[in-house]
T-cell receptor, first 117, second 113 residues
Framework: GAVVSQHPSRVICKSGTSVKIECRSLDFQATTMFWYRQFPKQSLMLMATSNEGSKATYEQGVEKDKFLINHASLTLSTLTVTSAHPEDSSFYIC?????????????FGPGTRLTVL | AQSVTQLGSHVSVSEGALVLLRCNYSSSVPPYLFWYVQYPNQGLQLLLKYTSAATLVKGINGFEAEFKKSETSFHLTKPSAHMSDAAEYFCAVSGSSASKIIFGSGTRLSIRP
């Protein structure tokens, strides 16, 4: 099946710094990617929909200035957590839409665990 | 608007016993329904999905789910539990197979020896 990768898998940063997380579709082009966050022992909450070549669509309650999303190519979307604070510590998961004929499904990345000290 | 409700945050069964994880959905459009499994500190793995074809959907690892429109349910079952089935399971819904997916709260499955 299709593969989606995330980098880094784990990151620890100091409070106030910014962290960039990459999501790549390895063997298909993805015009649409999604970003989720998951707190410990909780479900996945959709943060935003990332569209190649246009602005991301954020879910209600998600700060667009804090969680910057860039989808500059058909295989890469990035999520930048700006001025990170300990409450931003979470598991961030992306998914990518594979819309090739006969497929049209989503594949999830392995996740990135962010710890803000 | 779409949502899913998973009944039971934790289910424990004996090895070899039937696994039943419950999921009810709400959707204003014909739904696409999914079950995902997540092992500790890992991403999601798709178990199976319903896309308006057959109401009984077979997935990987011996799991299957039945779409019941009259009950707005999509329960996940497996005839005989294995120790390796211990994980977190998420039911999810979307308006199509590739639009944004809304997840349920998850059910942790434990397997007793």
């Amino acid at each position: 099946g299709a593969v989606v990768s995330q980098h880094p898998s784990r990151v620890i940063c100091k409070s106030g710094t910014s962290v960039k997380i990459e999501c790549r579709s390895l063997d298909f082009q993805a015009t649409t990617m999604f970003w989720y966050r998951q707190f410990p022992k909780q479900s996945l909450m959709l943060m935003a929909t990332s569209n190649e070549g246009s602005k991301a669509t954020y879910e209600q309650g998600v700060e667009k200035d804090k969680f910057l999303i860039n989808h500059a190519s058909l295989t890469l979307s990035t999520l930048t957590v700006t001025s990170a604070h300990p409450e931003d510590s979470s598991f961030y998961i992306c998914s990518a839409r594979d819309f090739r004929v006969g497929t049209d499904t989503q594949y999830f990345g392995p996740g990135t665990r962010l710890t803000v000290l | 608007a779409q949502s899913v409700t998973q009944l039971g945050s934790h289910v424990s069964v004996s090895e070899g016993a039937l696994v039943l994880l419950r999921c009810n959905y709400s959707s204003s459009v014909p739904p696409y329904l999914f079950w995902y499994v997540q092992y500790p500190n890992q991403g999601l793995q798709l178990l199976l999905k319903y896309t308006s074809a057959a109401t009984l959907v077979k997935g990987i690892n011996g799991f299957e789910a039945e779409f019941k429109k009259s009950e707005t349910s999509f329960h996940l079952t497996k005839p005989s539990a294995h120790m390796s089935d211990a994980a977190e399971y998420f039911c999810a819904v979307s308006g199509s197979s590739a639009s944004k997916i809304i997840f349920g709260s998850g059910t942790r499955l434990s397997i007793r020896p």
